[in-house]
């Protein structure tokens, strides 16, 4: 079996609807699950849904291919909510996507706001969203920001050792910050962040009376936008999901 195309042998009897992952779990610690023909002795176990033969109660399991997890990079717009659906009819990122995906019921991976542009995740896979946005795997993301004016070096060291927010309430971990190019009167700043503060950028740059012009995600951990054009979307390869999968240590 090769590691590309195998799954955990709870996720591939969910799949098949015999059961939730924690009642495939449960089967299998009553003996009622063989691969093979051999007794299945753990729940992680990697099935390879083109060659293993799947045995639940006797019966074998029939693996739905479409039921495989998607894991989709998009280039989201400006002015485009992050959200399935938005009150107020503005347009979202499931806009962006053709019909065959959003019936999969993908969901986006964190947030962008409404005004910032650049890498948006997609997925299917529950566990790897709430990896992604659980405090304790944040990995790192970049952005591109470009304000009018600059900063000055006292509020560069400011960011980068860690500043407050909204009248000291809030205490932002540091930041890696570096100016990318000086046009006219603006300036464009490569930042990296690791936490998961709701409207960061807009918010630190706004301590200073900073506009900003143009916010956009180049990356999230090892993934990268490149270029990928805007409002355009497609799957990531097998090289970056087992990555992003190895970063967040998902088996």
């Given at each position: 079996m090769t590691e590309k195309s195998t799954i955990r042998l709870n996720k591939y009897i969910a799949s098949a609807g015999?059961?939730?992952?924690?009642?495939?779990?449960?089967l299998v610690q009553r003996g009622k699950v063989k691969i093979n023909g051999q007794l299945a002795d753990s729940p992680?176990?990697?099935?390879?849904?083109?060659?293993?033969?799947?045995?639940?109660?006797?019966?074998?399991?029939?693996?739905?291919?479409?039921?495989?997890?998607?894991?989709?990079?998009?280039?989201?717009?400006?002015?485009?909510?992050?959200?399935?659906?938005?009150?107020?009819?503005?347009?979202?990122?499931?806009?962006?996507?053709?019909?065959?995906?959003?019936?999969?019921?993908?969901?986006?991976?964190?947030?962008?706001?409404?005004?910032?542009?650049?890498?948006?995740?997609?997925?299917?896979?529950?566990?790897?969203?709430?990896?992604?946005?659980?405090?304790?795997?944040?990995?790192?993301?970049?952005?591109?920001?470009?304000?009018?004016?600059?900063?000055?070096?006292?509020?560069?060291?400011?960011?980068?050792?860690?500043?407050?927010?909204?009248?000291?309430?809030?205490?932002?971990?540091?930041?890696?910050?570096?100016?990318?190019?000086?046009?006219?009167?603006?300036?464009?700043?490569?930042?990296?962040?690791?936490?998961?503060?709701?409207?960061?950028?807009?918010?630190?740059?706004?301590?200073?009376?900073?506009?900003?012009?143009?916010?956009?995600?180049?990356?999230?951990?090892?993934?990268?936008?490149?270029?990928?054009?805007?409002?355009?979307?497609?799957?990531?390869?097998?090289?970056?999901?087992?990555?992003?999968?190895?970063?967040?240590?998902?088996?």
């Open positions: 015999l059961a939730s992952r924690r009642g495939a779990d449960e992680g176990i990697q099935v390879d849904p083109e060659n293993d033969h799947v045995e639940v109660n006797g019966q074998l399991v029939q693996h739905d291919k479409k039921s495989k997890d998607l894991y989709i990079m998009l280039h989201k717009t400006i002015e485009t909510v992050t959200t399935a659906k938005d009150p107020q009819g503005r347009k979202t990122v499931m806009d962006l996507l053709p019909p065959e995906i959003v019936s999969r019921r993908v969901f986006p991976v964190g947030r962008l706001d409404f005004y910032s542009e650049g890498l948006l995740l997609l997925t299917t896979d529950g566990e790897l969203c709430n990896r992604m946005t659980h405090p304790k795997w944040h990995l790192p993301k970049i952005y591109h920001v470009t304000i009018r004016g600059k900063l000055s070096d006292k509020e560069i060291s400011i960011m980068e050792n860690g500043m407050f927010l909204d009248d000291k309430d809030e205490l932002l971990a540091p930041v890696k910050i570096k100016t990318v190019s000086e046009v006219g009167e603006t300036t464009k700043y490569e930042m990296e962040l690791r936490q998961g503060i709701n409207r960061q950028i807009r918010r630190m740059f706004g301590e200073y009376k900073k506009t900003i012009l143009r916010l956009k995600r180049i990356r999230q951990g090892r993934i990268e936008l490149g270029k990928l054009k805007p409002g355009t979307w497609r799957e990531l390869s097998e090289k970056e999901l087992s990555l992003l999968k190895k970063d967040l240590k998902i088996n």
